[in-house]
């Protein structure tokens, strides 16, 4: 074999295997999405501003959440009850669905939320990892997944983590979610989170950057966008933290800020089912579009 023969064969073999890496990037790659939007109206959900992105209301949402969290923090109770504080009594009323007895995250999301997702490989030729419903039922305008990650301000640097880094995702206002369970993004954010560690209490959630996550819903990053085939059945909406959402449940929220001296409330990102969604079924989402 001749050297240009051999270089062009080392040329189409990298070719072969950018291609086929760009299959998988490119249906989480903003940039992609946003410039083939215009192929499927479908694709596409537009809002005026910030507020008009919501499906349901912020107080739905934390509903759903202090739900599953609370029946959660119940089936890890014999590890907590010296966490105990003042207004632990109001948190056992909904989570008595449940049962006394210790159960894992997917018994609790099912019990509490009458269904179960979890991360299996995509339906979709070549993109990687996608999320289905499992078991259950999910009634449109449910809270279907979280968005995990570290979140930063639109002024804050994420240059070096956002390099080959498919699961950035942009808020209406320029805040950013750093979904990457790897790499530079895995080690920040274990950081950010111990530094916001308050006495015996974590404020968020590590366990997403492995393979079981006590939180089932933090596999949001893992839903693939939508395309012409396959149309979307749930949606992004942000959603802040309220003020009163009770400490010792911090630990199951799957994002922390950059910054230690952020002042905003804590920004999430929640996936909302758009129609029901049965058993069996791949989630795909769509992106909104600010228009004026």
């Given amino acids: 074999m001749s050297d240009i023969?051999?270089?062009l064969w080392m040329f189409t073999v990298v070719l072969r295997r950018f291609q086929n890496k760009w299959k998988s990037y490119r249906h989480r790659f903003v940039p992609w999405v946003v410039f083939n939007l215009s192929k499927n109206e479908k694709t596409?959900?537009?809002v005026t501003e910030r507020s008009k992105d919501k499906l349901v209301p912020d107080e739905e949402v934390s509903r759903s959440l202090l739900t599953l969290f609370r029946a959660l923090f119940r089936s890890h109770g014999f590890h907590q009850r010296q966490f105990q504080t003042p207004f632990m009594p109001q948190l056992t009323s909904?989570?008595?669905?449940?049962?006394?007895?210790p159960v894992c995250g997917q018994d609790a999301m099912l019990q509490t939320l009458g269904f179960c997702i979890e991360r299996k490989p995509s339906t979709?030729?070549?993109?990687?990892?996608?999320?289905?419903?499992?078991?259950?039922?999910?009634p449109k305008g449910a809270t279907v997944a979280m968005y995990p990650g570290t979140v930063y301000q639109p002024y804050e640097p994420i240059l070096l983590q956002s390099i080959r880094n498919p699961f950035v995702f942009?808020?209406?206002?320029?805040?950013?979610?750093?979904?990457?369970?790897?790499?530079?993004?895995?080690?920040?954010?274990k950081s950010c989170s111990g530094r916001d560690r308050i006495g015996p209490f974590l404020t968020s959630d590590t366990s997403w950057l492995t393979d079981t996550p006590q939180n089932p819903l933090a596999v949001g990053q893992y839903v693939n966008n939508c395309s012409d085939e396959r149309p979307a059945n749930v949606c992004y909406q942000e959603?802040?933290?309220p003020d009163k959402f009770p400490i010792e449940l911090h630990q199951y929220l799957p994002n922390v800020n950059y910054?230690?001296?952020?002042?905003?409330?804590l920004r999430c990102v929640v996936l909302v089912s758009l129609r029901d969604i049965s058993a069996g079924e791949e989630l795909f989402s769509n992106y909104y579009t600010i228009v004026h």
């Fill in 239 to 241: 959603y802040d933290v």
């Fill in 5 to 7: 023969q051999t270089s």
């Fill in 170 to 189: 942009r808020c209406i206002d320029g805040i950013l979610v750093d979904g990457n369970d790897k790499g530079i993004s895995r080690m920040v954010f």
């Fill in 94 to 101: 909904e989570a008595e669905q449940v049962g006394g007895d």
């Fill in 259 to 265: 910054s230690q001296g952020t002042q905003r409330r």
């Fill in 44 to 46: 596409l959900r537009n």
């Fill in 124 to 138: 979709l030729p070549f993109a990687g990892s996608g999320v289905f419903v499992t078991k259950g039922f999910v």
